[in-house]
């Protein structure tokens, strides 16, 4: 049990509390089991738990382990940042999400029991978790999930996909970083209609993690996949095989590749004359586009704003070309550009 702390005090005291931000509350963590249940309409976690040699420690991950308990309690939840430990954090949402399709067309006057309108998702945590914990979420809050965003570290590799065959008519945010970019079947974007923001890196950001304070850091996926991910190479290209899929966003407007992804230059050309209101595009060292293809594609982006390339070439002289004809952005990076020998 976790020692008496005067925020959770500070905490309980206040009625009907709807959204916590504890994203620089480290402790918050033990005290899961003492938040409003009825209430709570955010709950954002610190990035940092307890390490190993902390007292707290035990108790912290049995809160985590238990998570799912608690969220099922927590029906008023709309939006959620935090770490899991299990890939069941919302198994009992996606059991009911099934109970509630079997049962509506068979008893009209049947009463399911409400899931929380989940709008905003942010988990992380090991591989295999994080994919079960994805999968469940998108279908149990398929009608009302706005932003996804899921980072994970490799701890058992294991071929799986995470694919999904209904509509998610509102996810407008969908971030994968790390090895569950390459578990995503990227076809299901065909069925994001309103996506706007899509960022599919195969490494980790330098963003705000959700790992002990004693882990090592997160290695780039390609190390991992000479070791701990033996299949990342294969999926990568699976993967680079369903990019075209990007081009049924009509609604896309920022678009961040980051890793080895293959971009060919009929499939960025493919993205420019169907993403119509891109205004921000990102590629960070993907392979297999060239100066000459981002030129020839961006001069269709009508409304970019935005460009950032690191990208092999082969012929610098382009860039120069490039530079001129991209007077319109009002941003433009170039960096990293190598001649390719």
Not at 54 to 81: C, F, H, M, N, T
Not at 103 to 125: D, V, W
Not at 264 to 289: F, S, W, Y
Request: proline share 6%; aromatic share 6%; glycine share 4%.
């Amino acid at each position: 049990m976790a020692s008496p702390n005067p925020v959770m005090t500070v905490v309980e005291a206040i009625k009907g509390l709807e959204r916590l931000d504890a994203t620089n509350w480290d402790d918050c963590v033990l005290y899961l089991d003492r938040l409003p249940s009825t209430s709570l309409k955010r709950l954002w976690l610190s990035p940092n738990t307890p390490p190993s040699t902390s007292p707290d420690y035990a108790y912290a991950e049995q809160q985590l382990v238990g998570l799912a308990d608690q969220l099922k309690q927590w029906r008023q939840l709309e939006e959620i940042k935090i770490p899991i430990r299990k890939g069941n954090v919302f198994s009992w949402a996606a059991d009911e999400k099934r109970s509630a399709l079997i049962c509506a067309p068979i008893l009209a006057g049947s009463r399911t029991k409400r899931l929380p309108k989940m709008r905003q998702i942010h988990l992380e945590g090991p591989t295999l978790d994080v994919v079960d914990s994805v999968r469940d979420a998108a279908f149990a809050f398929q009608t009302t999930l706005e932003d996804l965003e899921a980072r994970s570290r490799v701890r058992v590799w294991h071929p799986t996909t995470i694919e999904w065959g209904w509509r998610m008519p509102r996810l407008t945010r969908l971030t994968l970083e790390g090895e569950i970019s390459l578990y995503f079947s990227l076809d299901a974007l065909n069925r994001c209609p309103a996506l706007e923001e899509l960022t599919l890196a195969t490494s980790m950001g330098h963003q705000h993690h959700y790992h002990r304070q004693d882990e090592p850091p997160l290695s780039p996926l390609p190390h991992l996949a000479r070791g701990a991910n033996p299949g990342g190479d294969l999926l990568l290209f699976i993967r680079s095989q369903e990019i075209r899929s990007i081009a049924s966003l009509r609604n896309l407007q920022r678009l961040n590749l980051h890793g080895a992804w293959q971009v060919p230059d009929r499939v960025l050309r493919r993205i420019a004359d169907q993403c119509l209101k891109l205004k921000e595009l990102k590629l960070d060292h993907t392979v297999g586009t060239t100066i000459g293809g981002v030129l020839l594609g961006v001069e269709n982006m009508l409304r970019l704003e935005r460009l950032e390339l690191r990208l092999d070439v082969v012929d610098l002289s382009l860039v120069r070309v490039v530079a001129r004809k991209l007077a319109f952005l009002s941003s433009v990076q170039l960096t990293t550009l190598r001649t390719v020998d």
